[in-house]
């Protein structure tokens, strides 16, 4: 079981299932969302359960080549899901999660669209487009 949250607690979360290690994403897009990198780990979305969700929102990803949508809190501004429609899973921003987490990053992608201001970290293994 985990668990997990925006700032404020507006939204809460818990995921009776396992978590998929961590993706960080550079696409330009992503990095408006997040203000930097976004790290998603992922979950089934059957295992995802809402304890307080008073304050989700979710907006629709304009640029988004799989017209996802994404997951915030309208009262504190936490940046916490992406989502694919049709999609057995969900993608949780791994900064809200209750610690210890068990998961570590394992890869990024779109890191042809990397910000100019940060190196890409050449220990973790890259792709310049979506990983298959």
Known sequence: MHSGRCICGA???EVDGPLRDVLL???TECRRWAGHV???T???LEDVRFVEDR?????DSPDSAHDARR????ECGSSLFWQAPGRDRISIAPGCLDEPTG???FGQIWTASAG??????ERIPSHEREAD
């Open 25 to 27: 994403c550079h696409c």
């Open 71 to 74: 997951g915030f809190c309208s």
């Open 55 to 59: 304050g989700l929102r979710w907006i």
């Open 103 to 105: 998961i570590w990053t």
């Open 38 to 40: 976004w790290a998603a």
């Open 116 to 121: 100019d201001y940060y190196e890409l970290d």
């Open 11 to 13: 939204v809460r979360f």
């Open 42 to 44: 992922a979950a089934q």
